[in-house]
């Protein structure tokens, strides 16, 4: 018996019925839905106006070092900036990763066994079930982010 049949009782209620809606409508709304979570999770587990500020910060810093080619020196101290605002982003922005990473882990194990069972695992344009995932994930994710102002 596999981890995953251990949560069969909890995750079939939930997403058998969505995946009974016919392909590829099925995984990109389940696709929809998990990036959804996971931004809106983002959103509220940093500090936003912290992150805007180190984007602001960081774009502003490659800009400058752009302008000091001719200078490597003050290049390599603007640079030295740059990678310590960019450690503290992804500071910042690893408490939501590892919040979500095991549920997504569980969801895409379920998923790929899924796809296992009903013996196909092309979805669209013979494209994998985990292609389609990452391709409708990426789209949706830059939409959201946009729609929701996360930084």
Known sequence: M?????????????????????????????????TLIMTLMYKFLTDQKLMKELK????????????LKDNPEKMMEVQKKAMERNMKYLLQSLKPTLIT??????????????YMNISNPDVLFGLSWIWIYILASIIMSLGLRKLLKVH
Request: glycine letters at 0%; aromatic letters at 14%.
């Open 101 to 114: 990473f095991i549920p997504i882990l569980i969801i895409f194990e379920w998923i790929r066994q899924y």
């Open 2 to 34: 596999s981890f995953i049949d251990f949560l069969n009782p909890v995750l079939n209620p939930v997403l058998v019925p969505l995946m009974s809606i016919p392909n590829p409508w099925n995984l990109l709304l389940l696709s929809f839905l998990i």
């Open 56 to 67: 602001d910060e960081m774009k502003a810093l490659q800009k400058e070092m752009k302008m």
